[in-house]
RNA sequence: GCUUCCUUAGCUCAGCCGGUUAGAGCAUCUGACUGUUAAUCAGAGGGUCCCUGGUUCGAGCCCAGGAGGGAGCGCCA
């Protein structure tokens, strides 16, 4: 019994979805065509945005059923279509209207209006203005007198605020309670060439929604300029600043730049891994990562720390480079780099230095140091030049406020080409300087950042390119000059940041490197698969390191890189 | 890690040789003003002078220690 009821409502349920199929077949269709400027129905355009593909007007062909065994329609049939508000055509008019007549021209539908960007609007040609539009933002500065108010909304797509004109005959003074510097509001009105001086476009209101408030007298941002100290105590609202706003767009341009750079030339992007197991990649100071208790750790016979019980199994920090796990796959293909977050455990207190950066690392087989440089300098310049093209508002901001000079010496990077020369000529340069330093020249010695900065900023006076550096101040992996003292390095210098770039050509010969690593004390167990790209398929190849927020730095002409990141990270501070 | 400077209203800062009730601009609040745009004008409120101790008849100011911040240097990207 019970069997035959299930069979029962099986055959129930399958002869529900054959009827609801050939139902589906004889339905008439509003087919979607895609959405079509207010030109096809004037009179609807006053009801839809211009802007985007959002919130404007649908054009819809009406589609007969096409089943395989129903004939066409004839002419002068009935037939529905879904009851949403639409724009009849044939008589001009918009309505519900559900039943039409057999042929019928497509049907308009007003889609409901949406959000436009601010950017979107202040780039509104002139023959597109006087239509209803919707933006959301921040309430910048409110100003007017009991006639009309005037509100700067601002909402991150652009330097620039939109004037929100809210008319006393619209707006009480009720109405307008909370929208204050900081408040989220929305706003409904008409987008019209402004009466004022000061901005092509405004919004005349018809209505404004406060999300949010921001009650006035514990808001931090206020309509001036305040310090960047200031600001660096207020991280999760300095976003919400003409200048963290700029930095923040230009340092977007810069992270796209790069990866469309790298992406037309042929790299591939390769992800290294953030926790490694090993601590002799050379770089500095590295932070342990464990899940150990910190307070009762699990100790070995001889009372040092004992790793194997840790999460790894080993003692694991994070990394400081990617770069040898991007000779990894350079010498498979071919052309890659590398683009994440670093971490560097260095008590460095500078404007130049952060604990938590940001590193680009291309890696190229078959390159040599000439190549190298050809690349580290092509692709710094290409960076600059697209800031400039993209980024125009932004930096001239930060230009007329920060840094006069800037878009001078953008350009001026952008076009020229960089200096080359030998640690050794740098020396000899520097010896017979007449500008006392501090600290002495002397051919072995590493250079200090006055040395650097006199090579950039007055003797060369452009970006500089040192190579050949003495071996003793370069890291292991540096392929060997022929001379036996230098090594294949470059670092790329830039005036009023120094050393933005470290790179060379790596040592492709198996015997040199070990020995190299021998002389230095790095450990070969650890870096045992390192070893192991020498031995099978070994080739020349190089690469370098980019910090990125030093490229920033440079670009916005910012003076201090906690202001280039975000949520800054360096000793003694990891708020936010 | 080293050197050096700073800490006074919500913010940016004055504050003389140690002297009576600590000031300004901006912000906030109230009012005025028919299109402002760093709006303007008038008025009002707003202070643990970073903390602790000391010197002194008397300390925002001088001394010692501590905390926080900036700049420069080192390490580097």
């Given at each position: 019994m019970q069997q035959f009821d299930k069979l029962y409502l099986l055959r129930r349920e399958l002869l529900r979805k054959k009827l609801a199929k050939v139902e589906a077949l004889h339905k008439w269709k509003v087919g979607s065509a895609g959405f079509q400027p207010a030109r096809d129905a004037p009179k609807l355009a006053e009801a839809g945005a211009w802007h985007g593909r959002q919130g404007g007007l649908k054009r819809a062909a009406i589609k007969p059923p096409t089943a395989p065994n129903i004939p066409p329609p004839r002419p002068g049939a009935t037939f529905t279509v879904p009851s949403a508000p639409f724009f009849d055509p044939t008589l001009l008019t918009c309505g519900l209207k559900t039943r039409f007549t057999w042929p019928h021209p497509p049907l308009v539908f007003a889609m409901s209006i949406a959000r436009s960007t601010v950017q979107q609007l202040l780039a509104t040609p002139a023959d597109h203005l006087d239509r209803e539009v919707l933006a959301k933002g921040w309430v910048r500065a409110r100003r007017g007198n009991k006639y009309v108010q005037f509100i700067a909304l601002?909402?991150?797509?652009?330097l620039a605020n939109l004037q929100v004109v809210a008319a006393a005959e619209h707006f009480s003074d009720e109405a307008l309670t909370g929208v204050a510097n900081g408040a989220a509001v929305a706003v409904r009105g008409r987008l019209v060439a402004?009466?004022?001086?000061?901005?092509?476009v405004e919004i005349q209101a018809t209505e404004i929604t406060l999300y949010g408030g921001a009650d006035q007298e514990t808001y931090p941002l206020q309509t001036k300029q305040h310090s960047l100290e200031f600001l660096r105590e207020q991280a999760h609202l300095r976003p919400r600043t003409n200048t963290f706003g700029a930095v923040l767009r230009v340092r977007h341009a810069l992270a796209y730049g790069i990866h469309k750079y790298f992406n037309d030339n042929g790299f591939y992007y390769v992800h290294t891994p953030?926790?490694?197991?090993?601590?002799?990649?050379?770089?500095g100071q590295m932070f342990r990562v464990t899940t150990l208790a910190p307070e009762h750790p699990p100790r070995t016979a001889d009372g040092s720390v004992d790793y194997s019980e840790d999460f790894f199994g080993k003692a694991t920090n994070l990394t400081v480079s990617g770069q040898l796990e991007a000779e990894i796959a350079a010498m498979a293909l071919g052309k890659v780099y590398t683009f994440g977050p670093t971490f560097r455990a260095e008590n460095s207190n500078t404007a130049?230095?952060?604990a938590e950066f940001w590193m680009i690392e291309p890696e190229v087989a078959f390159n040599e140091l000439p190549e190298n440089m050809n690349l580290a300098e092509d692709f710094l310049r290409s960076l600059v030049r697209y800031a400039l093209e993209h980024c125009a508002a932004d930096l001239a901001f930060l230009a007329e406020h920060y840094d006069k000079d800037l878009l001078e010496r953008l350009r001026f990077v952008a076009d020229t080409d960089f200096e080359r020369l030998t640690y050794t000529a740098a020396i000899e340069i520097l010896k017979s300087a007449k500008k006392k330093f501090e600290f002495p020249v002397d051919w072995g010695t590493d250079l200090q950042s006055e040395h650097e900065r006199y090579l950039v900023e007055q003797h060369f006076k452009k970006p500089v390119i040192l190579t050949n550096?003495?071996?003793?101040?370069?890291?292991?992996y540096m392929k060997l000059d022929e001379d036996g003292r230098t090594v294949r390095a470059m670092d790329v210098l830039f005036p009023g940041?120094?050393?933005?770039i470290g790179g060379s050509q790596r040592e492709e010969d198996l015997g040199k490197l070990k020995a190299r690593m021998a002389e230095m004390h790095v450990p070969e167990e650890e870096l045992w698969w390192y070893l192991e790209l020498r031995k099978y398929g070994t080739a020349p190849h190089a690469g370098f390191g980019l910090g990125f927020e030093r490229l920033v730095l440079f670009v916005t002409g910012m003076a201090n890189i906690r202001d280039v990141i975000p949520f800054p990270r360096y000793p003694k501070n990891a708020a936010f």
């Open positions: 601002n909402d991150g797509s652009c402004s009466q004022g001086k000061g901005q092509a953030i926790v490694t197991g090993s601590d002799a990649e050379g770089a130049r230095h952060l550096y003495p071996k003793e101040i370069k890291a292991f940041i120094g050393e933005i």
